[in-house]
């Protein structure tokens, strides 16, 4: 996953309670034979490595930000892009400087929603499609979502099963700080999600992200099995 990452979100307003929780699993019911598993948790916790774990049982990953950084590349989404910011975001080969959009977008909600309102609607449209690709795909064990803002957007209520990767705020911000995000940068973009708290509320299973690999992999591990033997 790219150390600058753009965080994509439809300012949707809902509650985060029980009742949410409950709707999303009467909806699901019994557990479909490739489930989806979203991964929960804060910036630097680790996302991303525990879902490279469930890659490695079988399961296929859809990168919610390695599809916005393609779409950002394509010709029709980047004139757009190009149109709403100004050439100014544009790196000395032509291609568009995330970096700078994410210095725009985070100071103003209304160029935020004015990207989300071009990119948010393709990043969803082309999970989708992932997700009935691999169902399609035998040897695929699970799906599962590595979307920064899996919750707000509220694609938590697809899942079948919801995962929070729980990390101390100290090991959260070193780990951050190497991707390339300073204390500022990292407080704004919490701010635009919703509390750990909530989306810890809402998982069916946590994973502890604050030792070593081989007990993060031992968890993955246990996780999955228990979710395709119950499934």
């Not at 992932?130 to 938590?156: C, F, S, T």
Request: proline residues 2%; contains cysteine.
């Amino acid at each position: 996953m790219s150390h600058i990452l753009l965080c994509f979100t439809c300012f949707e307003s809902f509650r985060l309670t029980a009742r949410n929780r409950a709707v999303r699993l009467s909806s699901v019911g019994k557990i479909a034979e490739k489930p989806v598993i979203g991964i929960l948790g804060g910036i630097g916790s680790g996302k991303s490595t525990i879902a490279a774990e469930f890659a490695k049982l079988g399961c296929k990953v859809i990168d919610a930000d390695k599809i916005a950084h393609e779409l950002l590349e394509e010709p029709p989404v980047r004139k757009k892009v190009v149109s709403l910011f100004g050439q100014a975001v544009l790196d000395s080969s032509g291609k568009i400087d995330r970096r700078k959009i994410a210095e725009v977008v985070f100071a103003d909600d209304r160029m935020l929603a004015s990207l989300n309102r071009i990119i948010h609607p393709l990043v969803l449209k082309r999970t989708q499609e992932l997700i009935e690709q691999y169902r399609r795909q035998n040897q695929v064990k699970a799906i599962v979502l590595d979307m920064p803002l899996l919750v707000e957007v509220g694609w938590h209520k697809r899942c079948d099963k919801l995962i929070f990767v729980d990390c101390e705020q100290k090991i959260r911000q070193e780990r951050a700080e190497k991707m390339g995000f300073d204390k500022k940068q990292i407080k704004i973009r919490e701010n635009f999600q919703i509390s750990l708290d909530n989306k810890a509320s809402l998982a069916d299973n946590t994973i502890e992200n604050n030792s070593d690999f081989s007990a993060i992999a031992k968890q993955v591990t246990g996780i999955f099995s228990y979710i395709v033997d119950n499934g």
